[in-house]
């Protein structure tokens, strides 16, 4: 049986669309490969990712910017109140000491002398110690703010402060058991020189001279060495919510292998913030001479005396102000040192992730990524090898 054949070509349906012509150049070539790599996400202060040199010290001074009245108004209620309290007790207890020893006379002059040295030391005592409450405090509220802004969240100094709840109390005990050993160590040197010096002759001040100079040049490598291996342990103690004992621990073991990132990077922002000061008191101490003229223009006495005082007291709130933003700033680098570590040491940015994607899901029961399970231990990754940055 013949085959059978239709010698007229296939025609699309009436109104269908016509096919496309074909191209001169062929078919395009099949999709291949997986989609263009797009970086993490950036919820809040910081890119969820280990991060860069820049990135850092950008994010040091944005903590001022992002979320001011938690940081920065804290921070000037903190030093402020320790500026007061020093000017208030130092300056009464001195005043008084002095006059007594200037109506002191006879042979209880001495005496009154030694005693008002000893009232003007001890004075001196309270704000060294609320200093130290105020920072270990700002340290606290700071590191949370950096922690919690990098997932995204903005709290007020209320939620900050129920955050560090049972935490502040280590935090302060830390930083007077910093007080305490600077302390001991500068009366051990001490003595040691006083002894040299009293029992050598000529011989022992030349000694107590070198001893004193060798004792101040290895105070400066001891403190640089233990306060970097150790300037984590406020983010530790805030963060993951360790006992003292175990914060010191984990902060020995976190810096190992960034010991000088972490020196270097914190060495950074002290000059920075301290040229910065610099710069802007300048021209300012230039225009408040000036304006002491414009404020006495006769040179009287009582003019010199108001135009003394109003400068003081513009010289105080300058101080004040410069001192709240070296706080904030100096304290939120160690925090933020402290999260690029854990990224790249824990792949810390992996749970912090999932930490935003499942809030932004409306999962509000996610765990903290912050707070590390003793038993089920961390994720680790090699340390950096010898010549390789660590801002890789």
Known sequence: MPAVTDSTS???????????PPSPYGAPPPPTGQPGWTPPPRPGLIPLRPLTLGTLLGAAFQVLRRNPRPTFGFALLVTGAIFLSALLIVGVVSFFAISRTLNATGADAEALEAGSFAMIVLSALVPIALSIVGTAILQGVVSLEVARGTVGERLRLGGLWRAARGRIGALIGWSLLIALAVLVGVAIVAVLIAVV?????????????????????????????LSTKLCLVPSILMLERLPLRAALARSWSLTRGYFWKTLGIQLLVAVIVQTVASVVSAPVSLILGFGSALLNPNGDNDGLIVAGVV??????????????????????????????????KEGLDLELSRFVEARQAGDTGVADPYLVDPGAGATTYPEPSAGTSPWA
């Open 197 to 225: 010096i009293a029992f050598g002759g000529s011989a022992g001040i030349v000694a107590g001279v070198l001893l004193g100079l060798v004792a101040f040049g290895g105070a400066i490598v001891l403190a640089a060495w």
């Open 10 to 20: 296939w025609q699309p349906p009436a109104g269908a669309p016509l096919p496309p």
């Open 311 to 344: 400068l003081y007291l513009l010289t105080i709130i300058l101080s004040v102000v410069f001192g709240a933003i070296a706080a904030v700033v100096q304290s939120a680098t160690p925090a933020l040192i402290y999260i690029d570590i854990r990224m790249r």
